[in-house]
């Protein structure tokens, strides 16, 4: 196995159609650029009709918010503020969205933070909710986002921990020692995105075959399948259809 | 099925003499650099136990599973043994992972339903709700739910929670001998599978919670069926209570067996009735409600025992409270919609009986074929694209049989799902066995893995 992705990405398949290039100064404009959009309907592999076929758009995750945040969550950021001296430091930016909190975290923070927010009476976070991957090609430099989701039973309080990393350099802390439940979902996250998580006890693969090549959640890493034949008909596998997204 | 179990032995290598493949009364046996290698395939354990003996091996590694009848599907149990007591315990899983999160994400947002509630295939009406509650909370259209839609939901989840701890009790008793239990269990689950087909068209893996609501108003008479079967259920899980509750076997089998604490359970994120054996009373349904579980009057069951026993007479009792919160979901069903009002996203149309059974409603292919072009337009629309839903994450719980389980739903603002995360419950608790397992029996490891009730489709996705 070798540290880029294999197989290599098909080379006509829907999901690796090059976007032109973003300007990343505008790309952080309210939030993290996710995709980009061209046309009325977003149809790929087909030509726009409509008349709008130099329309583009580009998508944002929504930005950082300014305090208030409402509800408890001010009072969870100053809690942590109070119990994590290097909160301003550690903190990238705080979203509030759909009524979830989210805090944006530098990676050389992660794991003094989350001690902070299981052991600190006043946040109290006993459950983590493990981490979950998501890989974002278009971010250039934060490709690759670790979330993990904790739970104060004590406070009856969520809070969403979000950590980026570059592609290139695809380490952060391993918060096993805090929260020994992220074993395994740490695990799952190495083995479906790549994620090296530095100071776990054992980070092999759990769900794919011990040999097996690349890291199959991540956006370059395709899907895979063969046509479904029907009397004659062929309709082409799943990531080569004809998508509107 | 033959059932295969391997028994590695580390030390002395030994001479390759007793026993061949040939001869049906012994196990089979080969020499490895790890040691001799013994495989099991029933009636042959005298070759395994004189081999043992033969060689004075101190260490002696039972591989059991993935393919086992006691370990609830493809689960590996990797066991370090010193006699009968297991010193060591790990667990191999991925053996059903089927991609589903992967596939999602090349399928609209309404299609991906169809996937998830092949995750946990014991309690499917919660992965598609969860995956729902997470996607209509991006939407932004969590109030807008109809009353009705939520109802059905909350009762469409209750009758699975039961037929989910149906399964439990049922496999559990089977695992340790007890196949009456087993008997009494299934018995009772086909009841509520009658129900489910009732309703959804489907035994399993019923893609009936849609986002925006559900997927079809319930048939008639279906309100008179489940009240009669909930009546039936409540006489018949008297059975099961009487068989099992003081039961000398089954209390040996399971009392003090698979033990872990709260903090245990908190540093493992175990959630769900093993949670609830150690004495909190942390349910989701109550702590932070969703689908309108605030309006029903129900009881969070608890014990401190800290044991299997525990946790089997939790499930026991959560069927009861199931089928209060059933009743009072029958009574609270008014008439309405069961779909969202907004037609950019709810469903086009409902299905409507014919005269060859349930299919396309032909009132609705009048309307759009013959009365409106718009109407086609977005049906059309609606069916080939989807509809979009705005950028951003969500992150919805449930209060699964098992746990909690959670969803992480990430959005690009596009038709179909950017990332779709499920946090199952099966797959957290399964890290709790080496916990509950080392020091023990290793009979009663048999009878923890049981009561941790794992469902590996929803542990390997």
Redesign the interface.
């Known amino acids: 196995m070798t540290e880029t992705n294999l197989p290599e990405p098909a080379a006509s398949g829907?999901i690796a159609t090059p976007a032109p290039a973003v300007d990343p100064d505008a790309a952080y404009v309210g939030g993290e650029a996710?995709?980009q959009?061209r046309g009325m309907?977003?149809a790929r592999g087909s030509g726009d009709t409509s008349g709008y076929g130099l329309l583009q758009r580009v998508?944002?995750?929504?930005g950082a918010s300014a305090r208030p945040y409402g509800g408890t969550f001010d009072e969870t950021a100053d809690a942590l503020a109070a119990a994590y001296p290097a909160y301003g430091e550690a903190v990238e930016a705080v979203v509030v969205?759909?009524?979830?909190l989210?805090f944006h975290v530098r990676r050389e923070h992660l794991l003094e933070f989350v001690q902070a927010l299981r052991d600190d009476p006043t946040l109290r976070f006993?459950?983590?909710?493990?981490v979950?991957?998501?890989?974002f090609p278009e971010q250039t430099g934060r490709e690759l986002h670790a979330?993990y989701?904790f739970?104060s039973?004590t406070h009856?309080r969520?809070v969403?921990v979000e950590v980026s990393v570059p592609d290139t350099d695809r380490h952060l802390p391993s918060i096993v020692s805090v929260?020994?439940?992220?074993?395994?979902?740490e695990r799952?996250t190495w083995d479906?995105f790549g994620l090296v998580f530095d100071g776990h006890p054992a980070l092999t693969?759990?769900?794919?075959?011990d040999d097996w090549p690349g890291h199959?959640?991540r956006k370059d890493y395709p899907?895979g399948g063969i046509p479904v034949e029907y009397k004659g008909a062929e309709i082409p596998p799943?990531?080569q259809?004809r998508?509107?997204? | 099925m033959p059932t295969t179990d391997n028994i590695t032995f580390e030390g002395s290598g030994g001479s390759d003499g007793a026993g061949g493949a040939g001869d049906a009364a012994a196990a089979g046996r080969r020499e490895t650099t790890e040691g001799t290698v013994f495989t099991v395939t029933g009636q042959d354990w005298d070759s395994v136990v004189s081999g043992v003996a033969d060689e004075h091996a101190e260490r002696v590694v039972v591989n059991m599973g993935p393919q086992h009848p006691s370990t609830h599907g493809v689960l590996r149990l990797i066991l370090e043994l010193d006699g009968e007591t297991v010193t060591e315990a790990r667990v191999g899983i991925g053996y059903l992972h089927t991609g589903i999160e992967k596939n999602l994400e090349f399928r609209n947002w309404t299609q991906a339903v169809t996937f998830v509630t092949r995750m946990d295939y014991l309690a499917p009406l919660f992965n598609e709700t969860a995956y729902c509650l997470a996607v209509e909370k991006l939407l932004g259209i969590t109030e807008q739910i109809p009353e009705r839609a939520n109802v059905i939901r909350v009762m469409m989840m209750e009758l699975n929670r039961m037929s989910s701890h149906l399964v439990a009790l049922a496999t559990g008793g089977m695992e340790l001998g007890a196949l009456t239990a087993m008997i009494f269990g299934f018995r009772e689950r086909e009841t509520v599978l009658d129900l489910f087909e009732l309703v959804t068209g489907l035994r399993m893996n019923h893609a009936y919670v849609r986002p925006g609501g559900v997927a079809q108003d319930l048939p008639s008479g279906a309100v008179e069926k489940i009240g009669e079967s909930v009546k039936l259920l409540r006489t018949n899980f008297k059975d099961t209570a009487n068989l099992l509750v003081d039961n000398g076997i089954w209390k040996a089998r399971t009392e003090g067996v698979g033990y872990l604490d709260l903090v245990g359970c908190a540093s493992l994120g175990v959630t769900g009735p093993i949670l609830r054996a150690t004495g909190l009373p942390h349910d989701l349904r109550k702590s932070q409600p969703y689908c309108g579980y605030e309006n029903y009057d129900f009881n969070v069951v608890t014990r401190d025992t800290c044991d299997a026993y525990g946790r089997f007479l939790i499930r026991l009792e959560e069927l009861s409270e199931s089928l209060k919160i059933v009743e009072q979901c029958l009574e609270r069903l008014e008439p309405g919609p069961v779909m969202v009002e907004d037609r950019k996203i709810a469903w086009p149309a409902q299905l409507a009986l014919g005269s060859d059974g349930l299919g396309n409603s032909l009132d609705h292919i009048r309307h759009i074929m013959g009365e409106s072009m718009e109407a086609l337009i977005h049906h059309f629309k609606l069916v080939t694209e989807g509809f979009a839903v705005p950028a951003g994450q969500a992150y919805s719980a449930v209060e699964s049989p098992r746990g909690e389980l959670g969803v992480h739903v990430v959005s690009d603002g596009g038709t179909r799902p950017y990332r779709v995360h499920f946090r199952d419950p099966s797959f957290t608790n399964l890290q709790a066995t080496a916990a509950m397992c080392e020091g023990s029996m290793i009979a009663d490891v048999v009878a923890a893995v049981a009561s941790i009730d794992p469902v590996m489709g929803g542990v390997d996705r």
Request: hydrophobic fraction near 35%.
């Open positions: 829907g996710v995709a959009r309907f977003a998508v944002s995750l929504p969205e759909h009524d979830e989210t006993e459950m983590c909710m493990g979950s991957g998501v890989h979330v989701h739970l039973i009856n969520r969403r929260y020994p439940t992220c074993d395994w979902h799952e479906f693969r759990i769900m794919m075959p199959p959640q899907l799943p990531d259809r998508a509107y997204t």
